[in-house]
């Protein structure tokens, strides 16, 4: 069946670091991917999203492109400040339903 | 203002007790979702509803009844609260179905804790 894959945090990094987060997927047809952040205490909130191959989403610095030959969407960010730390998702349409990753847990010291 | 609303925000209960939480999108989408999300981090999903009919169900013990009185509205009731059931339950809408282009928008989550 379609699944998600994303790194294991947390992920800890220092103010201004490059992020990268990795996502890969496996899916039968041609999903959309997407990523999701989740603050403490709040709901996940749609970050970008990416609907077909070599389709690059972006928001708020954050980018990932759609690699459909190495089947990922790597999430990167070339300067992280603390009030990115977070949890991170991918997620894909797959199926009858959106599939979640496991979420990987960034923590970005000052 | 807020977009997809649930309550209560937290609830604490004890066991064997009945209780509800309620979830109203002002989005006008046309499909609903109940998530449970574990102390690891983890999303399942447990219910949709397309304009009030059940969709998904997956496999959830019977105690968990949804009802989606319209299509702004669905609430979750669960019977006979057991400790494995502490979690925070996510209610999210979409437009276009379960996979939906467009993503899912998220309430902010009911902290349920069953002591």
């Known amino acids: 069946g379609d699944s998600v894959t994303q790194m294991e945090g947390p992920v800890t990094l220092s103010e201004e670091a490059f992020l990268t987060i990795n996502c890969t997927y496996t899916?039968?047809?041609?999903?959309?991917l997407f990523w999701y952040v989740q603050y403490p205490g709040e709901g996940l909130q749609l970050l970008l999203k990416?609907?077909?191959?070599?389709d690059k989403g972006s928001n708020k610095g954050f980018e990932a492109t759609y690699r459909k030959e190495t089947t990922s969407f790597h999430l990167e960010k070339g300067s992280v400040q603390v009030s990115d730390s977070a949890v991170y998702f991918c997620?894909?349409?797959?199926?009858?339903?959106?599939?979640f990753g496991a979420g990987t847990r960034l923590f970005v010291k000052a | 203002d807020t977009a997809v609303s649930q309550t209560p925000k937290y609830l604490v209960t004890q066991m064997g007790n009945d209780k509800s939480i309620k979830c109203e999108q002002n989005?006008?989408?046309?499909?609903m979702y109940w998530y449970k999300q574990d102390s690891k981090k983890f999303l399942k999903i447990m219910f949709s509803?397309?304009?009030?009919?059940?969709?998904i169900n997956e496999t959830v013990p019977n105690r968990f009844s949804p009802k989606s009185p319209d299509k702004a509205h669905l609430n979750l009731h669960i019977n006979s609260l057991e400790l494995g059931d502490s979690a925070v339950y996510f209610c999210?809408?979409?437009?276009?179905?379960?996979?939906?282009?467009?993503?899912?928008?998220f309430g902010s989550g009911t902290r349920l804790t069953v002591v």
């Open positions: 999210a809408s979409s437009q276009g179905g379960p996979t939906s282009n467009y993503g899912y928008t």
């Open positions: 899916a039968t047809g041609y999903p959309s």
């Open positions: 990416a609907t077909k191959a070599d």
């Open positions: 997620a894909l349409t797959g199926g009858f339903k959106t599939i």
């Open positions: 989005l006008g989408h046309d499909t």
């Open positions: 509803y397309n304009n009030k009919e059940l969709i």
